[in-house]
């Protein structure tokens, strides 16, 4: 995973990229909290995973934490305003709400769903 450094809020033609993690294989979604926690669903290790942020900001040397377990090819990755994180597990055909150290199956609509790849929220 790699961090695209912005110099007074906009990226400069030669940026800087620091390198935060080799640890992911195929990350695929993306989710930011409000206190600056990035959220990411790491479809080829089937984990999601956060980022710790310190005051705001992601360090050089961030504190990474595995969230799940069980899930199998998530892809889109969700997060509220409290400390629920919604996933959406591609190869499990399902939804969830993670709320440690449970995982719960959100409801869904009537219609079928099959290998959900994203999903949002309404704030």
Same mark, same amino acid.
Not at 76 to 85: I, L
């Given at each position: 995973?790699?961090?695209?450094?912005?110099?007074?809020? %906009?990226?400069?033609?030669? =940026?800087? +990229?620091?390198?935060?993690?080799? %640890?992911?294989?195929?990350?695929? /979604? $993306? #989710?930011?909290? /409000?206190?600056?926690? $990035?959220?990411?669903?790491?479809?080829?290790?089937?984990?999601?995973?956060? +980022?710790?942020?310190?005051?705001?900001? +992601?360090?050089?040397? =961030?504190?990474?934490? !595995?969230? *799940?377990? /069980?899930?199998?090819? =998530?892809?889109?990755? @969700? $997060?509220?305003?409290?400390?629920?994180?919604?996933? &959406?597990? *591609?190869?499990?055909?399902?939804?969830? %709400?993670? !709320? %440690? =150290?449970?995982?719960? #199956?959100?409801?869904?609509? @009537?219609?079928?769903?099959?290998?959900? &790849?994203?999903?949002?929220?309404?704030?």
């Amino acid at each position: 995973m790699k961090e695209i450094v912005a110099v007074n809020g %906009s990226i400069p033609a030669s =940026p800087t +990229i620091k390198t935060l993690s080799s %640890s992911f294989y195929y990350p695929a /979604g $993306v #989710a930011v909290d /409000g206190i600056g926690n $990035v959220y990411l669903s790491d479809f080829g290790n089937n984990t999601v995973k956060k +980022i710790l942020a310190v005051n705001g900001t +992601i360090p050089a040397s =961030p504190t990474i934490e !595995t969230l *799940t377990t /069980g899930v199998n090819a =998530p892809y889109g990755v @969700a $997060v509220d305003n409290g400390v629920n994180v919604y996933i &959406a597990d *591609t190869q499990n055909t399902a939804y969830w %709400s993670w !709320t %440690s =150290p449970t995982r719960r #199956a959100l409801a869904l609509p @009537a219609r079928q769903t099959a290998q959900p &790849a994203a999903i949002a929220l309404r704030r």
